[in-house]
């Protein structure tokens, strides 16, 4: 019990005062200052093991780091990982608008596309192209079930670098055709009615006004899929490819130098998605222009 | 000039439009009124074949919307052919639907050549703001945007959706005074709201719709004054 209503009165109005005098201070967190330390001494010893343990061998690792034989696969590297993302995007996008179709036929066709090559593991399809020949010893153009006009041996009209594009480009176009449909169907509603409204033709309706609001959800998505494809490509060393995992593997072979060789790989690969990260990181802010307030 | 007869338009087991008919005369204002869910907008978005009807047609200057008449039948036009016919017909929504990755002029453009864009936004006032982005606009500037491309096309008829319905009370004359221009200088135009001050002022006709019928129609001083229906008293009772 306060001893009179007046004098509460007046000591709340003095709390109050003195309350809004006071400084501020912000919660505080050791626990966080902790583990920084703890991180901090692991990723001191992980530094300093890359420097004074031999076995990571950095004289080999420089001596091959910029080879010409490295450099060239890692030019295959990149040739794959082009072909596959352009081709594979450009199949997608057919793919894409057949399952978004309002024809029943071709939405089937584009399901099932998307069903088969992504039941089929990449390794097992590029083996299949690599070994077409044996199924089909040449290949014609001409009247189905009739007369051929022209006619070629299998193994002239796909090498195994021609297996090894169709098979990345197939089966990136089956997860590129799921990422523009999730991306398309994202647009919302309205905008496809303010199109048609205006008349804007079919073609044009999707490729000024519906793809370009797309490409915000499809982006982090796609660039998912081209740095996991780009890494990917490293699955076509089992064709005999000249790409980079199948040339550091080559020279460990003759030389023995596993790790240091496989670091050569692996820094490149860190390179080269950190320049496709940061590519990313523009093109996401060239579709996101509208955003801007 | 526009022609609406025997509309009937059912969403599932639900009969929207039972029977609409409307002639609009060229440079006439017609001004719809009605309760929520009485099919006031699925009316204009069947004139513009955003909705295909089940029953009746639509025409404009005599040629049928979304449809071709061939040997007693009406056969539906392909959609190139339907886009081609929606740029004869201005559609105003009640959201706007500006598209976001384009700056205002580009909206405009996007239907119509750059310095005729560049006039159409100068006529609802906003030249300064043609390198803005929708979402750099107020709701208001928004909606005049929109009408701008809606007007780019040059359409004979505008269809206005209740245009100042998502719009803060303070912003709804700015666009108000855009259609009154347009009244003034002859555009016909076909508009839902539920602004009957404005409807009064501009409208030469007004028509009041129920329940998938017209209920009747009238100028707005025998409608809104001298309202023969009981429906349109105890609407107009809930609104005034």
């Known amino acids: 019990m306060p001893p009179s209503g007046t004098l509460t ?19 505080r967190h050791p626990w966080r200052w902790v583990g920084v330390a703890a991180v901090l001494v692991l990723a001191a010893q992980f530094v300093h093991g890359l420097v004074t343990n031999p076995a990571w061998d950095w004289p080999t690792f420089a001596r091959y780091f910029t080879a010409q034989s490295i ?7 990149i040739l794959l990982t082009v072909l596959g993302t352009v081709l594979g995007f450009a199949l997608g996008i057919v793919v894409a608008v057949l399952r978004l179709s ?55 009209l796909i090498s195994p670098m021609g297996a090894a594009v169709l098979g990345l480009a197939l089966h990136q176009a089956a997860y590129a055709a799921e990422i523009v449909r999730s991306g ?9 009615e303010a199109a048609a409204a205006l008349g804007i033709p079919k073609f044009r309706q999707f490729r000024r006004i519906v793809l370009p609001q797309a490409m915000r959800a499809i982006l982090p998505n796609a660039a998912n899929e081209v740095i996991s494809l780009f890494k990917g490509t490293s699955v076509v060393s089992v064709m005999a490819i000249g790409e980079l995992f199948y040339q550091v593997q080559v020279i460990y072979g003759r030389n023995a130098r596993v790790v240091a060789l496989l670091m050569v790989a692996t820094v490149w690969y860190i390179i080269l998605t950190t320049l496709l990260s940061i590519g990313q990181h523009y093109v996401e802010r060239y579709f996101a222009r509208g955003d801007r307030r | 000039m526009i022609e609406v007869l025997g509309v009937h338009k059912s969403f599932g087991s639900n009969e929207v439009l039972r029977g609409v008919s409307l002639d609009v005369a060229a440079g006439e204002v ?28 639509v025409s ?58 560049r006039q159409f936004l100068a006529r609802v006032g906003l030249a300064d703001k043609e390198d803005s982005y929708p979402r750099q606009l107020s709701g208001g500037q928004q909606q005049r945007v929109a009408i701008a491309r809606a007007l780019a096309t040059r359409p004979k008829v505008v269809l ?40 009064r002022e501009v409208a030469d006709r007004i028509v009041f ?25 105890a609407f107009l009772s809930k609104v005034l």
């Open chain 2, 60 to 117: 404009i200057d005599g040629d049928l919307v979304g449809y071709r008449q061939h040997k007693g039948k009406l056969h539906e036009l392909k959609e190139r052919e339907i886009l081609k016919q929606r740029r004869h017909i201005g559609f105003v929504f009640q959201n706007f639907n500006l598209f976001p990755h384009l700056t205002a002029l580009e909206n405009i453009a996007e239907v119509a050549p750059l310095a005729d864009a």
């Open chain 2, 209 to 233: 719709i129920d329940q998938g019928v017209i209920v009747e129609q009238g100028t707005p001083a025998e409608v809104l004054d001298h309202p023969a229906h009981e429906r349109t008293r």
């Open chain 1, 9 to 27: 009165v007046v000591s709340t109005k003095d709390r109050s005062v003195v309350l809004a005098s006071l400084p501020v201070v912000a919660a």
């Open chain 2, 30 to 57: 017609v001004v719809v009124l009605g309760p929520s869910g009485s099919g006031k907008s699925t009316l204009l978005r069947t004139i513009n074949h955003l909705e295909k009807v089940d029953r009746g047609f």
């Open chain 2, 160 to 199: 206005f959706d209740e245009p100042t319905s998502a719009l803060d009370p303070e912003l709804v004359g700015e666009v108000l005074d855009v259609l009154r221009d347009l009244a003034r200088t002859g555009t016909t135009m076909i508009v839902v709201t539920h602004e009957i001050g404005f409807a």
């Open chain 1, 184 to 192: 398309v169907i994202s647009v919302d509603r309205g905008q496809l």
């Open chain 1, 71 to 77: 450099l060239t696969a890692v030019g295959t590297t």
């Open chain 1, 102 to 156: 309002k024809s029943p036929f071709l939405q089937a066709v584009g399901w099932t596309y998307v069903w088969a090559f992504r039941s089929i593991p990449l390794i097992v399809q590029l083996l299949f192209w690599f070994n077409i020949s044996y199924l089909y010893q040449r290949l014609s153009l001409g009247i189905p079930f009739g007369p051929e006009f022209v006619s070629f041996e299998t193994v002239e």
